[in-house]
């Protein structure tokens, strides 16, 4: 059983550029949601998906937005980036209401 | 979501149990309580589960007072391996299920 993926580990960018953070869900998986984590801090949930649409989001702006594919695996994209977006970004998923699997985590830093 | 509350920071003996506690005393009869570790720069790690009856797995076991309001999350041996930020969360089941609300958790550290 493969567990959940994301990719790229470490990302670089600049002030006003966007990001596109990938993941894969854990086999079986319907359903996806990301955090934020920033230094020092706990997981803030941004955004959930279900059956490719979004139900459920947290306190973040819409240039945070996401994707989830026919496959289960989702995509998390920030425009717009500021300084405050550096961050520990995590996936996780789970089938339905079951136990949330998190993945490794995208670590941004926005300069 | 109910709110959680936990000591900032505990050490432990390596072999010995580890007992985290966790208050959650707004808890309503349809959350249940869950703990995660997160070992640092890793993302969080699922430990145990449980919504009344206590439970037991290979990782840990799970406490629950009978009001519901407090748990105990037990690590029968702490190894140095255990050394983590643990996170107890109150999780209610519906439309946004997985969304998990993080407190500060507690800081653990296992010594030699």
């Known amino acids: 059983e493969t567990g959940v993926t994301q990719s790229p580990t470490h990302l670089i960018k600049t002030r006003g550029q966007q990001v596109t953070l990938r993941c894969s869900s854990q086999?079986?998986?319907?359903?996806v949601s990301w955090y934020q984590q920033a230094l020092g801090q706990g997981p803030q949930f941004i955004f959930q998906?279900?059956?490719?649409?979004?139900?459920g989001r947290g306190n973040f702006p819409p240039r945070f937005s996401g994707l989830q594919f026919p496959n289960y695996s989702s995509e998390l994209n920030v425009n717009a980036l500021e300084l405050d977006d550096s961050a520990l970004y995590l996936c996780?998923?789970?089938?339905?209401?079951?136990?949330?699997?998190f993945g490794p985590g995208t670590r941004l830093l926005v300069l | 979501d109910a709110k959680t509350t936990q000591p900032p920071s505990m050490d432990c003996a390596e072999g010995r149990a580890a007992n985290l506690p966790c208050n959650h005393s707004t808890i309503s009869g349809n959350e249940y309580v869950y703990w995660y570790r997160q070992i640092h720069s890793q993302g969080p790690q699922y430990i145990i589960h449980g919504l009344k009856n206590n439970e037991t797995n290979e990782m840990a076991s799970l406490i629950i007072t009978e009001d519901r309001k407090s748990s105990t999350l037990i690590l029968p041996h702490a190894t140095l391996r255990d050394t983590a930020v643990y996170y107890c969360?109150?999780?209610?089941?519906?439309?946004?299920?997985?969304?998990?609300?993080f407190g500060g958790g507690t800081r653990v550290l296992v010594k030699p």
């Open positions: 996780a998923s789970s089938l339905g209401q079951g136990v949330v699997f």
């Open positions: 086999s079986g998986h319907n359903t």
């Open positions: 969360i109150v999780r209610v089941a519906g439309a946004a299920g997985n969304k998990l609300t």
């Open positions: 998906y279900y059956r490719e649409e979004e139900n």
